[in-house]
């Protein structure tokens, strides 16, 4: 069955090119020119991957990232027109799995596109594994530190903690990986992909808001370790 992608862009030429281009690709593609719109379709049709730019009529794209990303777990590959450092972050924070500045070309988008389905693709495998896994091995458990892996939820004294999904890949890398000093561009290739075209300040940002939320203190963190000229050290 093809993949599902749902295109948000208000601009009807790099509309036309990116279905045209995609459904070239075998994939089902769906189109929308403002933010109310793609609530609306991407409810109804539950895409894999929702190309998303920011600039948009109705509602931007990070209200539409930050509402989606709380009802479904699709790929969302963020479109801005402004090469900005503080976009990327915004777009990062607000749930996006990728994003792309205009103008790009179409063989960066669809290598994007490709590595973000393959990710999806792995993700629903484990999920499935961990579903018919024996009870002892559905969970990870750290003291008052629990990885779900069945509900692909974190509870923290039992509380559940709204964690986007790119953080819970990161914590379960780790955490899979206790006490083993992990480098930046390590995490970078299992966790992204060796096909993100990011660098290593992604790992670092998203590693800040993990301690945010499972740190007594995130100043000083006892779970998620520095290690000074390597990278990361998961002590659980």
């Known amino acids: 069955m093809p993949e599902t992608i749902l295109i948000v862009e208000d601009e009807l030429s790099l509309q036309e090119t990116l279905a045209y281009s995609l459904k070239k690709e075998g994939y089902t593609v769906e189109v929308v020119g403002d933010g109310r719109s793609a609530l ?13 730019d920011i600039m948009l009529p109705e509602m931007d794209g990070f209200e539409v990232a930050r509402i989606l990303r709380k009802e479904m777990s699709a790929a969302i590959l963020m479109l801005t027109a402004r090469d900005d450092e503080i976009d990327r972050v915004v777009g990062l924070e ?42 002892p091995h559905e969970k990870l458990t750290f003291d008052n530190l629990i990885i779900n892996l069945t509900r692909r939820e974190v509870l923290l004294n039992n509380e559940p903690l709204p964690i ?18 992990l480098s930046r561009e390590f995490i970078l290739e299992r966790v992204w992909g060796w096909d993100f075209i990011g660098d290593s300040r992604t790992v670092d940002v998203h590693v800040r808001w993990l301690r945010q939320k499972i740190e007594a203190d995130s100043s000083k963190p006892t779970r998620i370790v520095t290690v000074r000229g390597g990278g990361y050290r998961f002590e659980g």
């Open 94 to 135: 607000v749930g996006a799995d990728d994003y792309m500045s205009k103008p790009f070309s179409m063989r960066e988008l669809m290598a994007r596109v490709k590595s973000q389905l393959r990710r999806a693709r792995l993700l629903r495998e484990e999920m499935g594994k961990a579903k018919d896994a024996d009870s």
């Open 40 to 52: 609306e379709f991407a409810r109804r049709l539950k895409p894999d991957l929702i190309v998303l």
């Open 164 to 181: 986007k999904p790119k953080e819970y890949e990161l914590l379960l890398f780790l955490a899979e990986h206790r006490r083993q000093m």
